[in-house]
């Protein structure tokens, strides 16, 4: 047991060093194109700034280094399990009577915690530093006026209306909507009020409204009531818990949200009548995380632990490389469809990361035991 245990914590710290170290490296050669693709559109801007496109580079770091965790996995893995292999470590391991599956625990529970860490720690971290790069990016290198741009200017929203009694909800229509001093204005607005069962109680036409904390503000706004004659036009305000911020990020991208917040976030555009596809999947991404880390470490055991007298390492490790290559793309395309809808989330986020586990722990299995 004590050499298990003393075993396992060298590996570990092995295991550690090369992931972290092949992590920073491809962090930063991402980060080189993306300044340079940076820079490139700041030339036409003179009003960009080395010093700009320099801190925009920088906050998305974090958010770089979450997208390229699991193949530093992969590739750390495979750089650890060669050298302790080449060194005849692991051989000697296995002569004294431990199994591989003993040996590669340790580092396969790291994978996990790598993986976690992300997920829970990282994620809020670079959530907060995507938002502050996006929002850099879209009021000095782009042209649109922010994420309401996306849309034409336009808003559709539903939202519980707590004015109606009994409470019922309220389906908002607004035209020529900006933001500006994060203050949302909109022109020619229609709400439909309606009841419990979905009947419609009435209708309200503002030529403007402005969105204040705990109400959108309806100026000229007249009440239509079926049988009625219109009511004069007249300040009406209309209770909401909807903020600025929380407009944008319905439209923003699902990465300037942290994994904690994505859930409560989730349910109020469920109420606010937004899509939560993307954001659906983007929690979904975060949760099967540990499981796609684990994956990429059984993945660089299985191709990396063969002995250099028996020949065809290099050929292995490429083998390993190709196939947590394969893995990782399979992920981000699955992502896509996920993100189309051709796929259900659940199954997008899911399904690369376990049939990946499965695969490298069939592999782990014909090597050892068959």
């Known amino acids: 047991?004590?050499?298990?245990?003393?075993?396992?914590?060298?590996?570990?710290?092995?295991?550690?060093?090369?992931?972290?170290?092949?992590?920073?490296?491809?962090?930063?050669?991402?980060?080189?194109?993306?300044?340079?693709?940076?820079?490139?559109?700041?030339?036409?801007?003179?009003?960009?700034?080395?010093?700009?496109?320099?801190?925009?580079?920088?906050?998305?770091?974090?958010?770089?280094?979450?997208?390229?965790?699991?193949?530093a996995v992969l590739l750390g893995g495979i750089i650890a399990f060669w050298r302790l292999t080449r060194s005849s470590e692991l051989i000697i391991a296995r002569a004294s009577g431990l199994s591989a599956w003993q040996f590669l625990a340790a580092p396969i529970a790291c994978a996990v915690a790598f993986g976690a860490f992300a997920t829970g720690a990282l994620s809020p971290l670079s959530a907060v530093l995507y938002a502050r790069a996006e929002r850099l990016d879209s009021l000095y290198l782009q042209s649109g006026s922010g994420p309401l741009s996306l849309a034409g200017g336009q808003l559709w929203l539903r939202q519980v209306d707590r004015a109606l009694a009994p409470e019922g909800v309220s389906i908002l229509h607004a035209l020529d909507v900006t933001v500006r001093r994060r203050t949302l204005t909109a022109r020619n607005v229609s709400i439909f009020r309606l009841g419990p069962d979905d009947a419609l109680l009435q209708r309200v036409e503002a030529t403007s409204a402005r969105l204040a904390p705990g109400a959108w503000v309806l100026e000229g706004a007249r009440v239509l009531l079926p049988g009625r004659l219109p009511d004069t036009p007249r300040r009406i305000e209309l209770p909401t818990d909807l903020t600025v911020g929380r407009v944008e990020e319905s439209f923003a991208s699902p990465d300037t949200l942290s994994f904690w917040r994505l859930p409560g976030f989730i349910a109020l555009l469920d109420r606010s009548g937004f899509s939560a596809l993307r954001h659906r999947l983007r929690y979904q991404t975060l949760l099967a995380l540990p499981v796609l880390?684990?994956?990429?470490?059984?993945?660089?055991?299985?191709?990396?632990?063969?002995?250099?007298?028996?020949?065809?390492?290099?050929?292995?490790?490429?083998?390993?490389?190709?196939?947590?290559?394969?893995?990782?793309?399979?992920?981000?395309?699955?992502?896509?469809?996920?993100?189309?809808?051709?796929?259900?989330?659940?199954?997008?986020?899911?399904?690369p990361a376990l049939a990946g586990l499965l695969l490298a722990i069939s592999l782990l299995l014909h090597l050892e035991d068959g």
């Open 1 to 71: 047991m004590g050499l298990a245990v003393t075993l396992s914590r060298y590996i570990v710290r092995q295991f550690s060093a090369a992931v972290l170290a092949m992590l920073s490296a491809l962090t930063l050669l991402v980060a080189l194109f993306d300044f340079i693709e940076l820079l490139r559109r700041a030339a036409t801007r003179p009003a960009v700034g080395f010093s700009l496109v320099s801190q925009i580079a920088a906050l998305r770091l974090p958010w770089e280094a979450m997208q390229i965790l699991p193949f």
């Open 293 to 351: 880390t684990a994956a990429m470490a059984l993945v660089a055991a299985g191709f990396s632990m063969r002995p250099a007298r028996r020949g065809g390492v290099a050929r292995m490790i490429a083998s390993g490389v190709a196939a947590g290559f394969a893995l990782f793309m399979v992920s981000k395309i699955a992502e896509e469809f996920g993100d189309s809808g051709a796929l259900p989330v659940v199954l997008a986020a899911w399904a």
